[in-house]
Structures are given as structure tokens and as C-alpha cells.
């Protein structure tokens, strides 16, 4: 697969380039950000950026794309599904800079790799979760439109402390009956 340029009202989805790694760092790079994820690292260097570019270049399969705002290019955040063909499912993820939270871009970016996922890619099944003490990633899961699944008790570990993960999940037929 490969990655797409997609648009919507305010941002660019954009494939990950070379040139991205010095905005890339800072933005990633905030504590808090990584707080919320389980595969960001903090800190976060230029060579995690290189490593995170050549496994995507690897695995066609991990279609990760910059966040970047239309108005003026400047990138925000990520988003990417982690597609398994075999079940025809993928994982959504997602992370925005610290200055752009709150501000409805994840939820935007997020909608559109679904409509990519399900009419682009013909996925059956999109899933997402997020650490249970990140409650504003499982609003936006909902105002997506995906279904609570359940809670994975103390399924992962972060920075030493096992977290509870948040599972949600949205099927074809769901993203086709709320259009």
C-alpha cells in the first residue's frame, strides 16, 4: 500500500518525509504527548523520527501519515492505521502536539482515516484504544462513532505502570449506516 495525501476542511494528511524530523521532534517529543501513548518514547530524538520513517518505509501495511494544517503546511500530529489484509482490520492511532489539543483536529483526522480505512481500503473492522487515564482520546473515539468493547485490566505497561487499556471498535457496516 502506498501511503495516501488525504484532505479534509482544515488539514493535510500527508505521507512522512525526511524533512519533517525537525518540526517533527519538538512537537512529539512533549512529555505529555508521550504520556499517552504506548509506543511514543520520551524523550524522543531525531533517530527514534529516522527509525519510526524506515519502519513505515518497511511495512506497507502501517500507513502513518503527518497531520498538517491546510492554512499553512505546518505539521500538528499523526495519524495511522496498522492494517492486518488477512482479517481486512486495522488499528487507528493518533497523536497531536500540545498546542493543538482541544481544538477538534484529532477527531477531524481521525474521521477521515476511517473513511479511507472503510471505502478506500474496504476494511471490515476498525479498532482503537487508549490508556483509561487519557478519558479526552475516548471522547473522541466516540464522537467518531465507535463502540465501547471494553476495558483490558492493566494490559499495558507505560513508564513502569501498568494501565488499564480502553477498547473500541467500529465495523463497515456501522461507518455505512452513519453516513
Not at 55 to 73: C, H, M, Q, V
Not at 157 to 168: H, I
Request: aromatic fraction near 10%; proline fraction near 4%; charged fraction near 25%.
Amino acid at each position: 500500500m502506498t501511503a495516501p495525501t488525504l484532505e479534509t476542511a482544515r488539514l493535510k494528511l500527508r505521507p512522512y518525509s525526511n524533512h519533517d524530523i525537525a518540526e517533527l521532534v519538538p512537537l512529539i517529543g512533549a512529555r505529555e504527548v508521550a504520556a499517552t501513548t504506548l509506543r511514543i518514547p520520551h524523550p524522543y530524538t531525531e533517530q527514534d523520527a529516522t527509525e519510526f520513517f524506515a519502519l513505515l518505509a518497511e511495512n506497507p501495511n502501517r500507513i502513518w501519515l503527518a497531520i498538517a494544517l491546510r492554512s499553512d503546511g505546518n505539521q500538528i500530529g499523526g495519524v495511522g492505521l496498522t492494517v492486518d489484509a488477512k482479517h481486512q482490520h486495522a488499528e487507528l492511532g493518533y497523536w497531536l502536539g500540545v498546542p493543538y489539543w482541544g481544538k477538534g483536529y484529532a477527531t477531524e483526522a481521525a474521521h477521515e482515516m476511517l473513511r479511507y480505512g472503510f471505502e478506500d481500503l474496504q476494511l471490515h473492522r476498525i479498532f482503537a484504544s487508549h490508556f483509561n487515564n487519557n478519558p479526552a482520546s475516548g471522547r473522541i473515539l466516540k464522537k467518531l462513532g465507535m463502540r465501547y468493547e471494553g476495558c483490558q485490566r492493566e494490559h499495558l505497561c507505560k513508564w513502569d505502570q501498568f494501565l488499564d487499556s480502553e477498547l473500541y471498535g467500529m465495523l463497515r457496516q456501522d461507518w455505512d449506516a452513519a453516513k
